[in-house]
């Protein structure tokens, strides 16, 4: 990536946005978005042009659709925008086509704005086209719809039939979606959803049969190999789970995961949207990602101490200067391996909040190790309580925790497992 290139046309368009028509906002706000760039300042500037001519992008469904999707991709959250584009988006909702109306319902989910008078136009403009979906369109929509918490059964009922009569066509990943936003509905059909289960277990058995048994990093890229080919970013909350029993990662308990609950609520600040399904009111912030961790561990015949404590991490390390990232950096070298992720290459997976947990406990459980190897003189315990699944990169990071320290037990656990929100009601994978 040339950034000084990005840096100059970034601070050209800046100079010129008074000039620009809707093409040339929404390409430059989706080219910045795809290179995996967050310029805040030229989204700024984007945003405010795009309001003051909203008129005019109500021409052009495919406008309305990128730039929104582009703001969203980024994570960042402009109300304003979000309320703008609504208005003409409901009024040409009959123009959009099966990947915008994907994109527009994902875009406004993925940044928690409720906007169900388009949820629900979006849904009905769907069912009259949803043979046109194609995999992952219906595995977005059917995303969207769950993490809003908006019900529109006639939707899920047309997407999980058609996601029944193309299931041998649907990647990992679309898979891993649809059976999850399926699993939120008691009642989506059962030979459908239990098909769709079946299916992702194939891709769990693949990826459990490829997890190394050994840290040695030619070991690894095999792993990251199979991920790359199944292109799956995340297998949802139950697959993950039998992904981590398949490991031998045991279920955190319940008052854990209690304790955790308050710990992340307290961090995420009062008034801010929940961060954690099913816990607090509105829609969940999944910009927003935390992981807690509890140790209590010892060294036997080492000059390690025993030590006790908690720390919790969130993802993006917000509030970070650069100094602070290149120290993480440093320390990450010696002992766990992060990869990029099918789709999202320009996301920096040591930034995940897991990765970030896992790196700093080996740093106080062996302090003095240079190199990556087993440690078995450190014993003791492990729970960690992440507020979503875990990525592929960051549950590779949980197998080679294990292997690093053998002696230490490790027990996870997230929402859906300990009764913070409504779990699957018919799903089991």
């Known amino acids: 990536m040339n950034a000084p290139l990005l840096e100059a046309i970034s601070a050209a368009a ?23 760039l967050r310029d805040a300042p030229l989204l700024n500037a984007i945003a405010a042009s795009a309001i003051a001519m909203m008129s005019e992008f109500e021409g052009n469904v495919q406008n309305l659709s990128n730039t929104v999707w582009s703001f969203a991709s980024r994570q960042v959250v402009h109300h304003p925008l979000m309320a703008s584009i609504s208005a003409p988006s409901l009024r040409t909702i009959h123009l959009f ?35 046109a979906f194609d995999g992952q369109n219906l595995a977005n929509i059917a995303w969207s719809f769950s993490i809003m918490t908006v019900t529109h059964m006639p939707l899920i009922q047309a997407i999980a039939s058609s996601a029944l009569s193309r299931i041998k066509d649907l990647g990992t990943q679309s898979l891993a979606d649809l059976a999850w936003a399926c ?37 690894w890229l095999g792993y990251e190999r199979t991920v790359r080919q199944l292109q799956v970013l995340n297998l949802r909350p139950a697959a993950t789970r039998q992904f981590l029993d398949r490991m031998g990662v045991g279920r955190a308990p319940g008052e854990f995961s209690s304790r955790a609950v308050r710990c992340i609520r307290s961090l995420a600040g009062e008034g801010a949207r929940p961060v954690i399904p099913g816990i607090g009111r509105g829609v969940v912030d999944t910009t927003r990602v935390f992981a807690y961790a509890e140790y209590s561990i010892a060294t036997i015949g080492g000059p390690g101490p025993a030590m006790d404590g908690c720390l919790s991490r969130e993802s993006g390390l917000h509030g970070s200067t650069m100094a602070q990232l290149a120290s993480l950096g440093e320390s990450i070298a010696p002992w766990l391996r992060a990869f990029s992720l099918p789709n999202s290459s320009h996301v920096d997976r040591t930034r995940c909040a897991e990765f970030q947990v896992l790196v700093e406990l080996c740093r106080l459980f062996a302090p003095e190790a240079t190199m990556p190897k087993p440690q078995p003189s450190v014993v003791g315990v492990l729970l960690v309580f992440t507020t979503t699944s875990p990525c592929l990169s960051c549950l590779g990071a949980i197998r080679q925790f294990q292997l690093l320290f053998p002696e230490v037990l490790l027990e996870v656990s997230e929402p859906s497992q300990q009764g913070a929100y409504t779990g699957p009601c018919v799903l089991k994978v």
Request: proline letters at 4%; glycine letters at 4%.
């Open 14 to 36: 800046l100079r010129r946005i008074a000039s620009f028509r809707p093409q040339n906002m929404s390409n430059t706000a989706w080219a910045f978005a795809t290179l995996g």
């Open 97 to 131: 086509d099966p990947q915008t109306l994907s994109n527009t319902a994902w875009a406004f989910a993925k940044v928690g704005v409720q906007d169900e008078t388009l949820l629900y136009s979006i849904g009905s403009a769907s069912i009259n086209m949803i043979t």
């Open 183 to 219: 699993s939120q509905h008691c009642e989506v059909d059962f030979a459908a959803a239990s098909l769709l289960v079946d299916r992702l277990k194939e891709a769990v058995d693949l990826l459990s049969s490829a997890l190394p048994a050994t840290l040695e990093a030619p070991a």
